[in-house]
């Protein structure tokens, strides 16, 4: 047994009960350990684990946040690898099995993380692999550039997922990683509550001479969305935020200023402008909430507060 697993639930509902069922059905002599965190759900999501033997149900007393819960999780943790898996997802059969010979395979032992066809609720592959930022991709993303010139963007979208390769990050609904190197780089970085945790991650494992892989060998299901689809202003608010952080961690000063002025002045207006053109009052709402948000979240961190 070398693999765990944890899964973070926050109000998913039913989908946090066929995540953790597909485990248990899928998971066979491989799996170790299987960890749920709760954090503080209110629609009872996380209720039918109260009794399963198969699981250790870890009780927030608060929304921790992704990152917190998933450390808090991983710490609980004592086999060869850890398997982030998100509430939403759902295995196959072999998935466990094909991608860990995968990471045991000689050839593959500088890989650090891995993740695997994912399919979404149509049956068609997911683009999960993604570029490492930049601040000339988030400009292209904004302006629209990436329409015309997709590989201009992060998001890995002119290709079609059908082949194994090396990419520059996977995405954190199946985040397969080495724990002896989630234990060197002290885990996620908790300042990301959501989104971006396993970008910054990825990025200081590669400096440390690790890559990242997506593995077509195997699959799993992936929703998309999942407990995050439930707020949609926050959403916002949240994914601003963290790419925030991560270009304050990692970018230099002009490459921090070109995203400020992406995030802050260009998104707003385009993102209103979309809602408006599509005659949702309601978007247009929340996207001025999400944004008022993030200017106030801002002003705090730069002159009171760094939370």
């Known amino acids: 047994m070398s693999i765990d697993i944890v899964i973070v639930n926050w109000n998913t509902g039913l989908l946090v009960k066929e995540c953790v069922e597909s485990v248990i059905k899928f998971k066979g002599l491989l799996v170790s350990n299987i960890v749920v965190v709760d954090n503080d759900s209110i629609d009872g999501s996380e209720k039918f684990l109260d009794n399963n033997k198969e699981v ?12 917190k819960a998933c450390n808090l999780g991983a710490s609980h943790c004592e086999g060869e690898f850890i398997l982030f898996l998100n509430p939403d997802t759902q295995l ?9 010979s995968f990471m045991h395979e000689k050839e593959n032992e500088k890989v650090g993380i891995c993740s ?12 999960s692999c993604s570029r490492t930022p930049s601040a000339g991709g988030y400009l292209a993303h904004a302006i629209g550039l990436t329409k015309i010139f997709p590989s201009f963007g992060h998001a890995m979208r002119e290709w079609d ?3 194994t390769r090396i990419v520059d990050q996977v995405i954190g609904a199946f985040f397969f990683v080495r724990r002896n190197i989630f234990l060197s780089l002290d885990g996620f970085d908790e300042r990301f ?12 494992a ?7 892989a997506y593995f077509c060998g ?5 929703l998309g969305g999942g407990s995050s689809d439930q707020v949609k202003a926050e959403r916002v608010f949240y994914s601003a935020r963290s790419r925030i952080l991560y270009v304050f961690k990692h970018f230099s000063a002009p490459g921090v200023v070109i995203v400020l002025f992406v995030t802050l002045c260009i998104e707003p207006i ?3 402008v979309l809602a408006l053109s599509m005659g949702s009052v309601v978007s247009f709402k929340e996207n001025l909430r999400a944004y008022w948000m993030l200017y106030r979240w801002l002003f705090r961190y730069k002159f009171g507060e760094k939370k």
Do not use: C, M, P
Request: glycine letters at 8%.
């Open 56 to 67: 250790t149900l870890i009780r927030a007393r608060e929304n921790l946040g992704f990152s």
């Open 92 to 100: 196959r059969e072999g998935t466990l099995s094909k991608v860990q």
């Open 116 to 127: 695997v066809q994912l399919y979404d609720g149509k049956g068609q592959v997911s683009r």
């Open 161 to 163: 997922h059908s082949s």
């Open 193 to 204: 509550f959501v989104y971006y945790d396993e970008v910054d991650f990825t990025y200081r």
């Open 206 to 212: 590669s400096n440390e001479g690790w890559y990242s």
């Open 218 to 222: 195997t699959e799993a299901f992936h």
């Open 270 to 272: 385009t993102r209103s």
